[in-house]
Nanobody, 124 residues
Framework: QVQLVESGGGSVQAGGSLRLACVASKVLPSSYYMGWFRQAPGKEREGVVVIFSDGSTSYADSVKGRFTVSKHDAKNTLYLQMMSLKPEDTGVYYC??????????????????WGQGTQVIVSS
Protein backbone atom coordinates (compact mmCIF):
# COMPACT_ATOMS: atom_id res chain seq x y z
CA GLN A 1 0.00 0.00 0.00
CA VAL A 2 1.02 3.57 -0.60
CA GLN A 3 -0.05 6.64 1.37
CA LEU A 4 -1.07 9.67 -0.64
CA VAL A 5 -1.30 13.14 0.90
CA GLU A 6 -2.96 16.01 -0.93
CA SER A 7 -2.56 19.71 -0.30
CA GLY A 8 -3.36 23.01 -1.97
CA GLY A 9 -7.12 23.20 -1.80
CA GLY A 10 -8.93 26.36 -0.80
CA SER A 11 -11.61 28.89 -1.65
CA VAL A 12 -11.39 31.04 -4.76
CA GLN A 13 -13.69 33.12 -6.89
CA ALA A 14 -14.75 31.99 -10.33
CA GLY A 15 -11.95 32.57 -12.81
CA GLY A 16 -9.29 32.01 -10.19
CA SER A 17 -6.56 29.38 -9.99
CA LEU A 18 -5.34 26.76 -7.56
CA ARG A 19 -2.54 24.23 -7.59
CA LEU A 20 -2.99 20.91 -5.87
CA ALA A 21 -0.18 18.59 -4.89
CA CYS A 22 -0.16 14.91 -3.95
CA VAL A 23 2.86 13.32 -2.31
CA ALA A 24 3.23 9.54 -2.38
CA SER A 25 4.91 7.82 0.56
CA LYS A 26 7.07 5.68 -1.70
CA VAL A 27 8.14 5.24 -5.28
CA LEU A 28 5.32 3.63 -7.19
CA PRO A 29 5.79 0.73 -9.59
CA SER A 30 6.29 1.99 -13.12
CA SER A 31 3.09 0.23 -14.17
CA TYR A 32 0.95 2.37 -11.87
CA TYR A 33 -1.10 5.25 -13.14
CA MET A 34 -1.81 8.32 -11.02
CA GLY A 35 -4.70 10.68 -11.23
CA TRP A 36 -7.09 13.15 -9.71
CA PHE A 37 -10.72 12.53 -8.97
CA ARG A 38 -13.28 14.83 -7.40
CA GLN A 39 -16.50 14.50 -5.52
CA ALA A 40 -19.11 17.25 -5.43
CA PRO A 41 -21.66 17.34 -2.60
CA GLY A 42 -24.31 14.69 -3.16
CA LYS A 43 -22.57 13.26 -6.21
CA GLU A 44 -20.40 10.27 -6.96
CA ARG A 45 -16.63 10.55 -7.20
CA GLU A 46 -15.61 11.23 -10.80
CA GLY A 47 -12.41 11.18 -12.77
CA VAL A 48 -10.69 14.47 -13.59
CA VAL A 49 -7.39 13.39 -15.12
CA VAL A 50 -5.14 10.35 -15.26
CA ILE A 51 -1.46 10.34 -16.14
CA PHE A 52 -0.24 7.05 -17.52
CA SER A 53 3.08 5.36 -16.98
CA ASP A 54 4.38 6.67 -20.34
CA GLY A 55 3.49 10.25 -19.36
CA SER A 56 0.46 10.55 -21.59
CA THR A 57 -2.71 11.97 -20.07
CA SER A 58 -6.46 11.66 -20.22
CA TYR A 59 -8.66 14.56 -19.12
CA ALA A 60 -12.35 14.76 -18.47
CA ASP A 61 -14.04 16.95 -21.10
CA SER A 62 -15.21 19.34 -18.40
CA VAL A 63 -11.65 20.35 -17.48
CA LYS A 64 -9.81 20.16 -20.80
CA GLY A 65 -7.93 23.34 -21.55
CA ARG A 66 -8.24 24.57 -17.96
CA PHE A 67 -6.50 21.92 -15.83
CA THR A 68 -2.98 20.59 -16.28
CA VAL A 69 -1.52 17.55 -14.56
CA SER A 70 2.20 17.05 -14.05
CA LYS A 71 4.43 14.72 -12.12
CA HIS A 72 7.80 15.16 -10.41
CA ASP A 73 9.13 11.64 -10.13
CA ALA A 74 12.12 12.55 -7.95
CA LYS A 75 9.74 14.02 -5.38
CA ASN A 76 7.07 11.32 -5.74
CA THR A 77 4.66 14.19 -6.30
CA LEU A 78 1.69 14.69 -8.58
CA TYR A 79 0.36 18.18 -9.29
CA LEU A 80 -2.85 19.58 -10.67
CA GLN A 81 -2.80 23.16 -11.92
CA MET A 82 -6.37 24.41 -12.12
CA MET A 83 -7.13 27.63 -13.97
CA SER A 84 -10.30 29.47 -14.98
CA LEU A 85 -12.10 27.75 -12.15
CA LYS A 86 -15.88 27.52 -12.25
CA PRO A 87 -18.40 26.98 -9.43
CA GLU A 88 -19.06 23.51 -10.84
CA ASP A 89 -15.44 22.62 -10.07
CA THR A 90 -16.31 22.75 -6.37
CA GLY A 91 -15.72 19.50 -4.51
CA VAL A 92 -13.25 17.38 -2.65
CA TYR A 93 -10.30 16.47 -4.85
CA TYR A 94 -8.66 13.11 -4.33
CA CYS A 95 -5.36 11.78 -5.53
CA UNK A 96 -5.33 8.17 -6.68
CA UNK A 97 -2.71 5.63 -7.71
CA UNK A 98 -3.37 2.17 -9.09
CA UNK A 99 -3.09 -0.17 -12.02
CA UNK A 100 -5.57 0.55 -14.76
CA UNK A 101 -6.80 3.87 -13.34
CA UNK A 102 -9.39 5.46 -15.61
CA UNK A 103 -11.21 8.79 -15.67
CA UNK A 104 -14.27 6.92 -16.90
CA UNK A 105 -14.63 5.13 -13.57
CA UNK A 106 -16.97 6.54 -10.92
CA UNK A 107 -17.00 5.92 -7.21
CA UNK A 108 -14.47 5.09 -4.56
CA UNK A 109 -13.87 1.60 -5.95
CA UNK A 110 -11.91 3.15 -8.84
CA UNK A 111 -8.66 2.84 -6.93
CA UNK A 112 -7.18 0.86 -4.07
CA UNK A 113 -5.12 3.89 -3.06
CA TRP A 114 -6.64 7.26 -2.23
CA GLY A 115 -5.49 10.35 -0.43
CA GLN A 116 -7.59 11.96 2.27
CA GLY A 117 -8.86 14.62 -0.13
CA THR A 118 -8.52 18.38 -0.28
CA GLN A 119 -11.49 20.76 -0.48
CA VAL A 120 -11.87 23.15 -3.40
CA ILE A 121 -14.61 25.79 -3.25
CA VAL A 122 -15.25 28.08 -6.18
CA SER A 123 -17.70 30.90 -5.60
CA SER A 124 -19.50 32.84 -8.30
Amino acid sequence: QVQLVESGGGSVQAGGSLRLACVASKVLPSSYYMGWFRQAPGKEREGVVVIFSDGSTSYADSVKGRFTVSKHDAKNTLYLQMMSLKPEDTGVYYCAADLGLSIYCSGDSCSHNWGQGTQVIVSS
